[in-house]
């Protein structure tokens, strides 16, 4: 059954690309823009860690290698899934009923029936600075925990979008909480304890994200190893259940805005 | 202007209907604020003072930068839609009132907005880091600089929207912009973070006056620099205006060449 | 659920019994204060959208479902499709429930949706059946024969490679149903196929789907706001309002038990004064001219022109049936 899904999203992929293709300049434009934006940031962070060179045990490369994680997790997970960020949308405006229709589960469906052209623009840089930033040696586990970064991304962005079966309009929320934690999630985790470390790695998971990607690069332990591949489980299943409720939730048609 | 006061009124209307939203909005911007007291603390590391600005001053002024950009303001989507559909061709006889239109509804959403959340954003930082010396009649100078840079912010927005003529999707064009308002327009940092010489060229740059200034202002009121920086965003306005009209009138241009 | 009624339908596609929806709808004030309250109270009210309908449709059988907006039709369509759960009823969709079995029935329905298209708007429409075929898991082969025969049948060989956001509205219906028949389904609901498309082209449409309901023997269930194309299209119709059948048969007999009127114009080339008998009506009347209704089963056609000649030289004669339009308003404004 995965080999279906894995197929099923790999065809919608090539499909996607097509559409990339059909709009080359645009998927250039789009692509290279994200590239410079994440170059603008390194340029950023080289000036702040110039002047303050170490935030709690944490100084430039750390920094570096924290961006490389969110790049590359953040566009990977906009390559295969585009959607991701337009959930709430999709149900709140009855494209729902489209992908109810036809036979393939619809979460995936929607998920992976859109491609942002600019998430190949992270991809490529994230990869690129990991290579630089990354010991060579330890590039597979990077690899490995960003792929645990998708599926949290992927996860808190189902929990967000899903709101909209519960909350009216709840598009303007869901992007704002999934573009908070993208930016939460770019900033140096070293500088945070206590409370606000607790919560990062609770409610909002970005500390999941990139920083304890990070720390388990620097150094490595099993503890934490597992607490994140427990932590993206959990929060996956959750999303999940949240998101089939909500189906039967609009399936039962008492939604504020359904369209009789 | 009568006209305008209504078009501000119905937009007020607008927001409140999207109750839920409107509340997680303001929470999200809390979240960042947190997030930068930790980073600032563990920057200072125990320091008092730095360039001038201590953690207190610091958390202040990022509260009214962040007040500012992210009041947000959907003009360029509008523009670039009118652009795409061709509506904006009707608007050929009036460039003034449909200028003056977007400007009032943009305003009256981002002052609304700007307001909301510094009260809202106010009371974290006062429980964050207290408060700090300022005069109560310096306030209304402040405010006034405040809102001359959202009607600098509008302007310079609104060239980048009408680059729609020659580009299908600025969006990217506005990342950009943000990118630049976070960096060397000051919101994140202050400029005097940055080394000599970036410092001096952000500050005569027009991004920073569309939310250094004000803030600094702010946290640092003299009279000196309140002239001097109202007088200056005047100017930028006015040169703004200047190149948005000349854009339009060479994309309309362009649009009847094109019979589209 | 019915056990045993992938038996006991075999005759029919879909089987509805005692459908009954509801809907609740936030109630909000009007103004400033009202838009405050509902932030922290909501008020709701109630909505009876389908309210005990019951019909079957026989495989193979082309039905129109009309109704006035708001009647119930797009909540019974999507009860069918097992988009929406009903509150009550009993539903038999090809021997399945829609609710419990909706990704297997998937499988076996098309949908078109006039306002909703699915083709992918900026790649030419052999993309989006290439990924339909993957989404239905079409074989390969059989997929390619599927292809080919429905490209003929619908005329789009021609612009197959075309991106869809080039084609004429005519040209993306006729790809939107291809695509919702590769998988060869036994049931198609086609929502509006012909809005906003020219006369020619609605013509060409639906000359299409009698082909198609000819030679694939799909059960067809079709909602339009224009009766000509139910008129043209479809033998049998149920007809919805305030979310009852209203009427649930022939066309034929629709016509002839509501309104049995033929409109009769004629010219004449001799001054027109009066004509009086039992069966007609005039509804206008000029010096050379007159307009009359025609109730056929008071007095035939050829009786009434007979009367007619005898009194008066014709020099034009036009005689029309009543627009299934009037009837149905006449039965809208009845029930």
Not at chain 1, 188 to 191: E, I, M
Not at chain 3, 48 to 51: F, G, K, N, R, Y
């Given at each position: 059954m995965a080999v279906n899904y894995i197929k099923f999203i790999w065809e919608y992929f090539k499909i996607n690309l097509q559409s990339a293709m059909e709009y080359k300049a645009n998927f250039i434009t789009q692509a290279t823009f994200m590239i410079l934006n994440d170059i603008i940031w390194v340029i950023f962070w080289s000036i702040f860690f110039a002047k303050f060179p170490v935030l709690n045990e944490w100084g430039f490369k750390e920094m570096m290698t924290m961006m490389a994680t969110i790049t590359f997790s953040w566009g990977f997970v906009g390559i295969f899934f585009g959607n991701f960020r337009y959930l709430a949308e999709v149900i709140r405006e009855g494209q729902l009923d489209f992908y109810l229709t036809l036979?393939?589960?619809e979460l995936t469906h929607i998920l992976i029936s859109k491609s942002k052209f600019d998430a190949f623009g992270d991809v490529l840089f994230g990869l690129i600075l990991a290579i630089l930033v990354v010991p060579l040696a330890k590039l597979p586990l990077f690899f490995f925990l960003t792929m645990n970064s998708c599926i949290i991304i992927l996860g808190f962005a189902i929990i967000l979008g899903s709101l909209s079966f519960y909350l009216g309009s709840a598009t303007e929320a869901a992007n704002q909480g999934l573009m908070s934690t993208l930016s939460i999630a770019s900033y140096?985790?070293?500088?945070f304890s206590g409370y606000t470390k607790f919560i990062l790695l609770t409610i909002i998971p970005a500390g999941f994200i990139t920083g304890i990607p990070v720390e388990l690069i620097r150094n490595f332990n099993w503890p934490q190893m597992i607490w994140m591949m427990l932590c993206a489980v959990t929060i996956f299943t959750i999303a999940i259940k949240i998101f089939k409720k909500g189906i039967k939730k609009y399936e039962s048609g008492n939604l504020i805005n359904v369209r009789l | 202007m009568k006209k305008y006061f209504e078009i501000g009124k119905i937009n007020l209307m607008n927001n409140f209907a999207y109750s839920g939203e409107f509340f997680l909005k303001s929470g999200f911007i809390l979240v960042v604020l947190f997030i930068f007291v930790n980073i600032w603390k563990a920057a200072y590391?125990?320091?008092?003072?730095i360039d001038g600005f201590t953690i207190a001053m610091i958390m202040w002024y990022m509260l009214l930068t962040e007040s500012i950009v992210t009041s947000g303001s959907t003009v360029i989507k509008e523009v670039n839609a009118d652009i795409q559909s061709g509506g904006i061709a009707y608007q050929l006889n009036k460039p003034y009132s449909y200028i003056g239109y977007y400007l009032s509804k943009s305003i009256s959403y981002k002052a609304l907005g700007c307001l909301i959340t510094f009260i809202i954003g106010s009371v974290l930082v006062y429980f964050l880091v207290g408060k700090i010396d300022i005069d109560i009649l310096t306030i209304p100078l402040v405010i006034l600089t405040v809102i001359l840079a959202l009607i600098l912010d509008f302007f310079m927005l609104l060239c980048i929207a009408l680059v729609a003529f020659w580009f299908e999707d600025t969006t990217a064009l506005r990342w950009i912009y943000d990118k630049i308002l976070f960096t060397i327009g000051g919101m994140?940092?202050?400029?005097?973070?940055?080394?000599d010489w970036l410092e001096k060229t952000s500050s005569v740059l027009p991004f920073s006056f569309a939310v250094y200034q004000p803030a600094k202002l702010f946290v640092q009121f003299s009279m000196e620099r309140f002239v001097q920086v109202a007088a200056i965003q005047i100017a930028y306005i006015s040169i703004f205006v200047v190149i948005a009209i000349l854009i339009y009138k060479k994309g309309i241009g362009r649009v009847n060449v094109n019979g589209g | 659920m019915e056990k045993n009624s992938g038996g006991a339908s075999m005759e029919n596609a879909i089987e509805l019994k005692n459908l009954v929806k509801k809907f609740k709808t936030k109630q909000k004030e009007a103004g400033l204060s009202g838009s405050f309250k509902s932030l922290f109270k909501s008020k709701y009210k109630e909505l009876?959208?389908?309210?005990n309908i019951s019909f079957n449709l026989k495989r193979g059988e082309v039905v129109g479902f009309i109704g006035p907006n708001g009647a119930g039709k797009s909540t019974t369509i999507k009860i069918l499709s097992g988009i929406l759960f009903p509150d009550s009823g009993k539903i038999n969709v090809l021997g399945m429930s829609p609710q419990k079995d909706r990704k297997k029935l998937a499988y076996k329905i098309g949908c078109v949706f006039g306002q909703k298209?699915?083709?992918?708007?900026?790649?030419?429409a052999i993309d989006t059946f290439n990924l339909f075929s993957k989404i239905y898991e079409l074989d390969d082969k059989e997929y390619k024969k599927r292809l080919d025969y429905l490209v003929k049948m619908f005329e789009v060989e021609d612009i197959?490679?075309?991106?869809?956001?080039?084609?004429?509205l005519g040209q993306r219906m006729r790809c939107e149903i291809v695509a919702s028949m590769l998988h060869k389904p036994e049931i198609l609901f086609l929502d509006?196929?012909?809005?906003?498309?020219?006369i020619v082209a609605k013509q060409k449409i639906r000359e299409l789907i009698l082909d198609l309901n000819k030679k694939e023997k799909v059960t067809i269930l079709l909602t339009s706001h224009d009766t000509q194309d139910i008129e043209h299209l479809c033998e049998r119709i149920i007809i919805i309002n305030h979310g009852r059948v209203v009427y649930d048969g022939s066309i034929e007999k629709l016509q002839k038990d509501y309104l049995n009127t033929k409109i009769v114009s004629v010219k004449f080339s001799s001054e027109f004064k009066e004509f009086n008998v039992e069966g007609i009506k005039i509804i206008s009347s000029n010096k050379y001219s007159a307009e009359f209704e025609v109730y056929t089963d008071k007095i035939s056609i050829q009786k009434f022109i007979d009367s007619l000649i005898k009194k008066y030289a014709i020099l034009d004669i036009t005689i029309s049936g009543t627009p299934i339009e009037e009837v149905i308003t006449k039965i809208y404004g009845e029930k």
């Open positions: 036979p393939k589960e140096p985790f070293s500088a | 590391a125990g320091k008092e003072i994140l940092v202050p400029l005097e973070i940055f080394p | 009876t959208a389908v309210d298209p699915q083709l992918w708007y900026h790649l030419p197959l490679n075309t991106p869809v956001r080039k084609l004429s509006e196929p012909t809005i906003g498309l020219d």
